[in-house]
Nanobody, 127 residues
Framework: QVEVVESGGGLVQAGGSLRLSCAAS????????IGWFRQAPGKEREGVSC????????VYAESVKGRFIISRDNAKNTVYLQMDNLKPDDTGIYYC????????????????????WGQGTQVTVSP
């Protein structure tokens, strides 16, 4: 069964860092595009970053470019989101999602491209 579980969220002051993990099970994550999305209170879920299969092409939302880095560890079947210089606007629930199409690439941060979702991890950035 395809499953992803997020971890690593928490409370941090502005300017701080967190590293989120997306642990995959039931499939080889390096054969699929993995995306990170977030949802702030009262707002729609938005794309943050994604990494494609195999070659690992990456895409970032403009709001996080230069501050967040997405990567994968194939041996651990895990995708990470390193978040530096965090801002209060980064607060929200962060979700990991999988495009279950084998060989899927990361091209657009569209929710509809991803069909398996984790439960999310809370990130709170205080001023």
């Amino acid at each position: 069964q395809v499953e992803v579980v997020e971890s690593g969220g928490g409370l941090v002051q502005a300017g701080g860092s967190l590293r989120l993990s997306c642990a995959a099970s039931g499939f080889s994550s390096n054969e699929h595009s993995i995306g990170w999305f977030r949802q702030a209170p009262g707002k729609e879920r938005e794309g943050v970053s994604c990494i494609g299969s195999r070659g690992g092409r990456t895409v970032y939302a403009e709001s996080v470019k230069g501050r967040f880095i997405i990567s994968r560890d194939n041996a651990k079947n895990t995708v990470y989101l390193q978040m530096d210089n965090l801002k209060p606007d980064d607060t929200g629930i962060y979700y990991c999602a999988v495009d279950t199409l084998i060989g899927s690439e990361c091209t657009y941060l569209y929710r509809v491209l991803y069909d398996r979702w984790g439960q999310g991890t809370q990130v709170t950035v205080s001023p």
